[in-house]
T-cell receptor
Framework: DPKIIQKPKYLVAVTGSEKILICEQY?????MYWYRQSAKKPLEFMFS???????DNQTASSRFQPQSSKKNHLDLQITALKPDDSATYFC????????????FGPGTRLLVL | GQQVQQSPASLVLQEGENAELQCNFS?????MQWFYQRPGGSLVSLFY???GTKHSGRLTSTTVIKERRSSLHISSSQTTDSGTYLC????????????FGEGTKLTVSS
């Protein structure tokens, strides 16, 4: 059974629209993360949360807003979508916030037209 | 400049050959992780290795902090090993952020 669930698997959006990417983990972990992988670029860190508290934000744009309604949920809301936002977005989690193995979900592939 | 550099960028092997993948870093680290990225995109954690040598089946990871390098050795490669191998480091300084290399794309043919 998958331990980190990301929904949807694929997403096509129109420029200017808003979407929410869902992430749930069933590993009992206390820390969760978002990363982005754009075409031909390395995976790039976006946010980290520990016990539902934002710990680190490396995303310059306020259009990206993480939302943690429960300890095992970390959704990502993206507003005013742009074609440059097209990427695969990965959610990850770890037992502890630092110095611990991070496990990745299957990703949500977003295409903005 | 790039904090994490992987080499080679791509590697083609015949089944049964060994592979040595390198990861060099220019910053002090808390930890080093190696991942396998499947052709479909999902990531599998292979090793969490902040220092020393770790083994898992046909895979061996070695991190030498003083030399700022980590390596992944694959012995007796199989076609199912094909994919992209990524190293990622967590810097010292209290952030869990992983900094990824660009990856080594491995192709193993039968």
């Amino acid at each position: 059974d998958p331990k980190i669930i990301q929904k949807p698997k694929y997403l096509v959006a129109v420029t200017g629209s808003e979407k929410i990417l869902i992430c749930e983990q069933y590993l009992g972990h206390n820390a969760m993360y978002w990363y982005r992988q754009s075409a031909k670029k390395p995976l790039e860190f976006m946010f980290s949360y520990s016990y539902q508290k934002l710990m680190d934000n490396q995303t310059a744009s306020s259009r990206f807003q993480p939302q943690s309604s429960k300890k095992n949920h970390l959704d990502l809301q993206i507003t005013a979508l742009k074609p440059d936002d097209s990427a695969t977005y990965f959610c990850a989690s770890s037992q502890d916030w630092v110095q611990d193995t991070q496990y990745f979900g299957p990703g949500t592939r977003l295409l903005v037209l | 400049g790039q904090q994490v550099q992987q080499s080679p960028a791509s590697l083609v092997l015949q089944e049964g050959e060994n592979a040595e993948l390198q990861c060099n870093f220019s910053t002090s680290l808390n930890s080093m992780q190696w991942f396998y990225q499947r052709p479909g995109g999902s990531l599998v954690s292979l090793f969490y290795n902040p220092s020393g040598t770790k083994h898992s089946g046909r895979l061996t990871s070695t991190t030498v902090i003083k030399e700022r390098r980590s390596s992944l050795h694959i012995s007796s490669s199989q076609t199912t090993d094909s994919g992209t191998y990524l190293c990622a480091l967590e810097q010292q300084g209290g952030s869990a952020k992983l900094i990824f290399g660009e990856g080594t794309k491995l192709t193993v043919s039968s």
